[in-house]
Nanobody
Framework: QVQLVESGGDMVQPGGSLRLSCAAPEIIFKISTMGWYRQAPEKKRELVAAVTSGGTESFADSVKGRFTISRDNAKNTVFLQLNSLKPEDTAVYYC???????????WGQGTQVTVSS
């Protein structure tokens, strides 16, 4: 079974930083757009940031200027750097690999980020 393996979630104080990692199988990673989503309690899952296989990045307005996304093609890993964290960033963060052709839509198991004083 193909899996995306996430790590890096933790509890931090407001203003703190975290780095999330997501490793994917090489054949999936190299052709997919890799994205990070998050889901807070009683809220819909939302896209936080994504980076295409060509390196084009996109971000939700709520995280622009605070979060960065990067992909290490040698390690088949995508990173999400979370800076200046706010309590409203508290959520389970999910990694996603996506491509239309061939159809790819894979999810990680989720990693909890809690921002609280």
């Amino acid at each position: 079974q193909v899996q995306l393996v996430e790590s890096g979630g933790d509890m931090v104080q407001p203003g703190g930083s975290l780095r999330l990692s997501c490793a994917a199988p090489e054949i999936i990673f190299k052709i997919s757009t890799m994205g990070w989503y998050r889901q807070a309690p009683e809220k819909k899952r939302e896209l936080v940031a994504a980076v295409t296989s060509g390196g084009t990045e996109s971000f939700a307005d709520s995280v622009k200027g605070r979060f960065t996304i990067s992909r290490d093609n040698a390690k088949n890993t995508v990173f999400l750097q979370l800076n200046s964290l706010k309590p409203e960033d508290t959520a389970v963060y999910y990694c996603n690999a996506h491509k239309v052709i061939p159809p790819i839509d894979l999810w990680g198991q989720g990693t909890q980020v809690t921002v609280s004083s």
